[in-house]
């Protein structure tokens, strides 16, 4: 069975830096999407940034410039790289892996359990 494991995160200052890992395990579709979502305490979960298996990229407003997202598709594993942090980035950043066959228009969809980091001032 597929799962998505995250590690990274931790406690910095504004304007630190962390870098998020999300390894995968099992097998998925060559055709896939993954992400990186945060939540805040009273706040619905939001996008981070999330990467095509083409390649196409996509950022939150509020991390452009700051955030890198990548992968390693021979690690089967992908990344965040989070400079200029801020306290408003505080949340529980969490994986998801979106995956679907060609000949099947129903994704699968997989969340790992998430990984906190905490920005102080």
């Known amino acids: 069975q597929v799962q998505l494991v995250e590690s990274g995160g931790g406690l910095v200052h504004a304007g630190g830096s962390l870098r998020l890992s999300c390894a995968v395990s099992g097998q998925i579709y060559s055709i896939n999407t993954m992400g990186w979502y945060r939540q805040a305490p009273g706040n619905q979960r939001e996008l981070v940034a999330t990467i095509t298996s083409s390649g196409t990229i996509v950022y939150a407003d509020s991390v452009k410039g700051r955030f890198t997202i990548s992968k390693d598709n021979a690690k089967n594993t992908v990344y965040l790289q989070m400079n200029s942090l801020k306290p408003e980035d505080t949340a529980v950043y969490s994986c998801?892996?979106?995956?679907?066959?060609?000949?099947?228009?129903?994704?699968?969809?997989?969340w790992g359990q998430g990984t906190q980091v905490t920005v102080s001032s």
């Open positions: 998801k892996l979106v995956s679907r066959s060609s000949y099947i228009v129903v994704p699968d969809v997989y």
